[in-house]
């Protein structure tokens, strides 16, 4: 599902995955991550942090954001998804957005699904299409 997502976002969707290939449990695999995340990220993006702590955001306002960013001359924006043990706190504190899909905690990889096919409703919400009705 998420290549069927991604690939109606074409180009405008560039995915960089992080491994700490030397992972192991607690804090320290955690800051060794945002290390890594933080270094994948491109000079001045945007940075949405997905957390079930954050801000639960209708389809319509996720698009909102993403529209005032554009217009405000933000060209990337970094949507950060944590491994298992989640994002390190520090990478939260500083993100511009966190958002979340729900209380629930989801795999990272059904968070991407997740993610692409919310980038391509904003997409298509921004663009008057009639995917996403209210």
């Given amino acids: 599902m998420f290549d069927r997502y ?11 995955e992080v491994e700490d290939r030397r992972a192991g449990p607690g804090q320290s695999a955690i800051t060794r991550e945002a290390a890594l995340l933080q ?5 001045g993006a945007v940075m949405v ?8 955001l209708s389809s319509a306002a996720l698009a909102g954001r993403i529209a005032a960013w554009r217009d405000a001359g933000k060209r990337d924006i970094a949507f950060l998804i944590g491994g ?23 795999p990272h990889k ?3 699904v997740l993610l692409a096919e919310q980038l391509y409703r904003c997409r298509q919400i921004l ?6 009705r209210e």
């Avoid at 270094?39 to 000079?43: D, I, S, Y």
């Avoid at 942090?49 to 639960?56: M, P, S, V």
């Avoid at 043990?85 to 511009?96: F, I, P």
């Fill in 6 to 16: 991604a690939g109606r976002l074409g180009s405008s969707l560039a995915v960089r």
């Fill in 39 to 43: 270094a994948a990220m491109p000079e």
């Fill in 49 to 56: 942090a997905l957390d079930e702590r954050g801000a639960d």
């Fill in 84 to 106: 298992a043990d989640g994002l390190d706190a520090a990478l939260r504190e500083q993100a511009t957005l966190t958002l979340a899909f729900g209380r629930a905690t989801w």
């Fill in 110 to 112: 059904l968070a991407r």
């Fill in 127 to 132: 663009e008057g299409h009639p995917y996403h």
